[in-house]
């Protein structure tokens, strides 16, 4: 069974920074993609960041993209997310997720493609 545990979140000012951390048990981890999700209250959750199997090839929202950075580790079994630049508009609570493919395709961000989810980590970002 596939387990995800998210940690790092916390409430920060705007323009601040923080660090997600994800690891991942249950599964070969170097055979899935990794992906990064927000949910904020009253919204659906979205895709963030996304990265290869290898961890060579990565995706972001448009809306994090030139402040949010994903890497993986994947001796550690763990992804993480650099959040630099934080704005209010990030605040909500994340989730990373092992997706079914090794890369990150057009549908990277859909629900379906998560294998399960974790209890996630909360960010909060006050102007």
């Known amino acids: 069974q596939v387990q995800v545990v998210e940690s790092g979140g916390g409430s920060v000012q705007a323009g601040g920074s923080l660090r997600l951390s994800c690891t991942a048990s249950?599964?070969?981890?170097?055979?899935?993609?990794m992906g990064w999700f927000r949910q904020a209250p009253g919204k659906e959750r979205e895709g963030v960041s996304c990265i290869s199997r290898g961890g060579g090839s990565t995706r972001d929202a448009d809306s994090v993209k030139g402040r949010f950075a994903v890497t993986r580790d994947n001796a550690e079994n763990t992804v993480s997310l650099q959040m630099n630049s934080l704005k209010p508009e990030d605040t909500a609570m994340y989730y990373c997720a092992a997706l079914r493919s090794s890369f990150c395709s057009d549908s990277w961000s859909e629900s379906w493609r998560a294998t399960s989810w974790g209890q996630g980590t909360q960010v909060t970002v006050s102007s």
């Open positions: 249950g599964l070969s981890f170097d055979n899935y993609s």
